[in-house]
C-alpha cells in the first residue's frame, strides 16, 4: 500500500474556506501548509495552492465551476498528475473531480492512512491502517472511482497507476474487502485484548503509568529518547512513531514510573483511523498521567494544543491530571509562560519530572509484610484491596508481598520486613 518515492509526484493542493466551521477544521492558508507537508512526507513534491471562499463546498464536485477550471490550469502550468483535497471527499465528488481534470484526486484522509501505512512497522500497526483504508474506501468503491483498485493493486496513493476495475471485478473486490474487514477485526481483537490485559495487570501491580501525547513531530519520541535512552525512531517526519514504546522513567522522588511514547495527533484525522487506532490511542486514558508535549516553536502553538485536547476529550482522557510542556525551546523565538524544555538539550526536562511529580496521582507501593495471625482484621483488609503477588504462612503469621496505596502503608508499616 506504499507510495512509490524514487520519482516524487508534482501535486497541487485545493479546498474549501467556509468561515463558518470551526477554525481548526476550516481549511485555512495554515492547513493546506501542513497538508503540504503530509504531501511531501508521502513523497510528493508540491507545485501550488487554491482554496476557494464559499458558505459550503459544492455537493457534487466540491469545488465551483470556474474554481474548477482555475485549478485545471495551475496543474497544466506545473506538470502536475496530482490533486490534493484538504477535506475528506466522498466518492462522487472524487470521480466528478477526477473526471473534469483528468487527473488523480486523493483527499487528506487518504493521505493520512497513506503516511500511516508506510510508517507502520509492527503486525498490530499494519492491520490497524489496512482496517481504516479498507473502510474507507468500501463505500468508495464505484465503478469510475479508482481509489481502491490503487490501493488494493499496491500503487498506493501517490505514484500508482490509474486504471479503472470492470463490474465484475468491483463485485469481487467488495466481497474481498469485506471478508478482509472480517478478518483483521478478529485478529485485533485478540491483540486489544491482551493489551487491555496487560494494562490492567499494571494497574493492579501500582505501577504508575505516565503516557507521552502531542500533536505529531512535536518531539515526543525525542523527550522519550532523552529520559530512557529507548532508541524509538525519531524523524523530521509526520507520524513517525505509530505503535507504543514502553520504558521504565525513573523520577526525582527515588520512584519508578512507565513512560509510554505513541503516536501523535493531528486536525482533521480520519474518524476510520481513529477507531481502528482506539486501543494504541486509549493507552492514554489508562495512564495515570499525561505528559503533553507541544511544539513551542510551532507558529501554531496554541491551535496544536487545542486539537490534542479536543482529541483526548475525544477518547476519554480529558479528566485525567496533564501536564503540558513547551518543547523546542531551543528553537522558539518566545518563551512560552510555563514549562518549557528541550528536548535535544535537556534543558528544563529536570523541572519538568519534578512538576510530574507534583501532578502524580499518590503511588501504590509494593512491601512484604508479616501480619501476625491476631491481625487477621488488616489481613482481611489487605485481601480487600489488592491481590498479594506472594503468600505463605509462617510460623509467626501471614507473609505477603502487596503492593498498598498510601493509607493501608501506614497501617502496615510496621509489619513491613
Ligand atoms: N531543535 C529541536 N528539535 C527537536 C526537539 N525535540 C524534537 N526535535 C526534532 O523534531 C522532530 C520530530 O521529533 P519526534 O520526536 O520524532 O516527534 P514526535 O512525532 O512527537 O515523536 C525531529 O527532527 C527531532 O529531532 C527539541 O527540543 N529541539
Ligand atoms: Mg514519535
Do not use: W
Amino acid at each position: 500500500m506504499h507510495l512509490t518515492t524514487n520519482d516524487s509526484e508534482k501535486a497541487v493542493l485545493f479546498g474549501v474556506h467556509t468561515g463558518s466551521r470551526d477554525y481548526i477544521n476550516d481549511c485555512t492558508p495554515e492547513s493546506i501548509e501542513e497538508l503540504a507537508r503530509l504531501a511531501e512526507t508521502a513523497g510528493a513534491q508540491v507545485m501550488g495552492s487554491l482554496i476557494q471562499n464559499r458558505p459550503v463546498p459544492e455537493g457534487s464536485t466540491y469545488l465551483g465551476e470556474g474554481k474548477l477550471k482555475e485549478l485545471s490550469r495551475l496543474c497544466d502550468a506545473n506538470d502536475a498528475g496530482l490533486v490534493i483535497c484538504d477535506d475528506e471527499l466522498t466518492g462522487t465528488q472524487v470521480k466528478n473531480i477526477e473526471n473534469a481534470l483528468n487527473l488523480r484526486v486523493i483527499d487528506r484522509s487518504s493521505l493520512i492512512m497513506d503516511i500511516f501505512a508506510q510508517s507502520a512497522k509492527t503486525k498490530e500497526g499494519k492491520l490497524q491502517v489496512e482496517l481504516a483504508q479498507l473502510k474507507y474506501f468500501l463505500p468508495r468503491l464505484t465503478g469510475s472511482f479508482t481509489g481502491m483498485s490503487r490501493q488494493a493493486g499496491g500503487g498506493g496513493g501517490i505514484g500508482g497507476a490509474r486504471r479503472g476495475p470492470g463490474e465484475k471485478k468491483l463485485e469481487t473486490d467488495r466481497r474481498h474487502i469485506r471478508n478482509r474487514i472480517m478478518t483483521i477485526t478478529k485478529q485485533l481483537s485478540q491483540v486489544h485484548h491482551s493489551r487491555n490485559t496487560q494494562r490492567k495487570l499494571r494497574v493492579k501491580q501500582g505501577i504508575t503509568q505516565v503516557a507521552i501525547v502531542g500533536y505529531t513531530n512535536a518531539g515526543k519520541s525525542t523527550l522519550m529518547n532523552y529520559l530512557t535512552n529507548a532508541g524509538v525512531l525519531t524523524e523530521d517526519k509526520l507520524f513517525a512513531t505509530l505503535d507504543p514504546t514502553y520504558k521504565k522513567l525513573s523520577l526525582p522522588d527515588g520512584s519508578d514510573a512507565l513512560i509510554i511514547d505513541t503516536v501523535g495527533f493531528i486536525r482533521k484525522l480520519p474518524h476510520h483511523l481513529i477507531e481502528a487506532f482506539k486501543s494504541t490511542l486509549e493507552e492514554a486514558s489508562g495512564a495515570d498521567v499525561l505528559l503533553h508535549v507541544a511544539d513551542a516553536s510551532s507558529p501554531y502553538l496554541y491551535d496544536n494544543i487545542k486539537v490534542v485536547e479536543d482529541l483526548l476529550r475525544q477518547l476519554g482522557a480529558s479528566d485525567k491530571p496533564i501536564l503540558t510542556v513547551f518543547n523546542k525551546i531551543d528553537l522558539a523565538d518566545k518563551r512560552p509562560a510555563g514549562i518549557a524544555i528541550s528536548a535535544k538539550t535537556g534543558e528544563g526536562t529536570a523541572e519538568m519530572l519534578d512538576a510530574l511529580c507534583r501532578v502524580l496521582p499518590e503511588k501504590r507501593r509494593r512491601v512484604t509484610v508479616l501480619i501476625p495471625y491476631d491481625k487477621g482484621d488488616i489481613v482481611d483488609m489487605l485481601y480487600k484491596n489488592a491481590k498479594p503477588y506472594k503468600e505463605s504462612h509462617t510460623d509467626k503469621g501471614v507473609l505477603l508481598d502487596i503492593s498498598v496505596d498510601g493509607r493501608l502503608f501506614s497501617i502496615v508499616s510496621d509489619f513491613i520486613v
